[in-house]
């Protein structure tokens, strides 16, 4: 498939480029700083590019089957984090114009307000209230993709991301903002960025979560 591929030169993002260039994909990476990218491949180009601007990426758009984004932006606790739904908008745009059926995004478990509640102390009264920023406007992004009915999106959440490759570890999945076990309680609470980009990559081909969130952990 022709994929471009947003957030290319953060963590998650350099391993979601590399397997997909593995996978055979022709990769498009809109960056912000080209000479962050150091991943060089027949298959790959790398482009700089607005992306808060439908204009800007548009071009970039053209002629891809999906676009997957791995966009991340800095908590903030003097102002509200506005970056996920900015993006996300002028992504869209830009898709409707030139034509791109397919998004894929990352958010992460708990962006819903009252979804940590079943957590564990530390995460529930010291992890989430230092993210909430980043979680709540995660939470409208995806809330602006439940709205938008011509787009076929996908949201994956994952827990806390490990820095590590890919495993082949069996995915564990839940259609809402964490992964429970028989009692209700999170599943474990960290996946290697190497896992979440695999998992993203295995949606393109057969994908039941098609405009749903998924949030996404392994065994």
């Given at each position: 498939?022709?994929?471009?591929?947003?957030?290319?030169?953060?963590q998650t993002g350099l391993f979601l480029v590399n397997q997909a260039l593995q996978q055979g994909h022709t990769?498009?990476?809109?960056?912000?700083?080209?000479?962050?990218?150091?991943?060089?491949?027949?298959?790959?180009?790398?482009?700089?590019?607005?992306?808060?601007?439908?204009?800007?990426?548009?071009?970039?758009?053209?002629?891809?089957?999906?676009v997957m984004s791995c966009l991340g932006f800095p908590a903030s606790f003097f102002s509200g984090v506005t970056?996920?739904?900015?993006?996300?908008?002028?992504?869209?745009?830009?898709?409707?114009?030139?034509?791109?059926?397919?998004?894929?995004?990352?958010?992460?478990?708990?962006?819903?307000?009252?979804?940590?509640?079943?957590?564990?102390?530390?995460?529930?009264?010291?992890?989430?209230?230092?993210?909430?920023?980043?979680?709540?406007?995660?939470?409208?992004?995806?809330?602006?993709?439940?709205?938008?009915?011509?787009?076929?999106?996908?949201?994956?959440?994952?827990?806390?991301?490990?820095?590590?490759?890919?495993?082949?570890?069996?995915?564990?999945?839940?259609?809402?903002?964490?992964?429970?076990?028989?009692?209700?309680?999170?599943?474990?609470?960290?996946?290697?960025?190497?896992?979440?980009?695999?998992?993203?990559?295995?949606?393109?081909?057969?994908?039941?979560?098609?405009?749903?969130?998924?949030?996404?952990?392994?065994?």
């Open positions: 498939m022709k994929i471009t591929v947003l957030g290319a030169t953060g990769v498009t990476a809109v960056v912000r700083n080209p000479a962050k990218l150091t991943v060089h491949h027949d298959k790959l180009k790398v482009v700089e590019a607005d992306i808060f601007s439908a204009d800007a990426l548009k071009a970039h758009f053209k002629g891809q089957d999906a970056g996920y739904t900015s993006s996300m908008r002028a992504v869209v745009s830009a898709m409707r114009e030139v034509g791109v059926p397919r998004i894929i995004t990352m958010t992460s478990w708990y962006t819903e307000p009252n979804s940590g509640a079943q957590s564990s102390y530390l995460i529930r009264f010291l992890l989430l209230p230092m993210i909430r920023s980043v979680l709540t406007n995660m939470h409208e992004m995806e809330g602006f993709l439940e709205k938008t009915e011509d787009v076929n999106w996908t949201v994956v959440r994952p827990p806390g991301l490990k820095n590590q490759p890919a495993t082949a570890q069996e995915f564990l999945t839940h259609e809402g903002y964490f992964v429970p076990d028989g009692n209700g309680n999170a599943v474990g609470s960290s996946v290697g960025r190497g896992d979440v980009a695999r998992f993203m990559l295995s949606l393109l081909n057969s994908n039941p979560w098609v405009k749903k969130g998924v949030a996404m952990t392994t065994k």
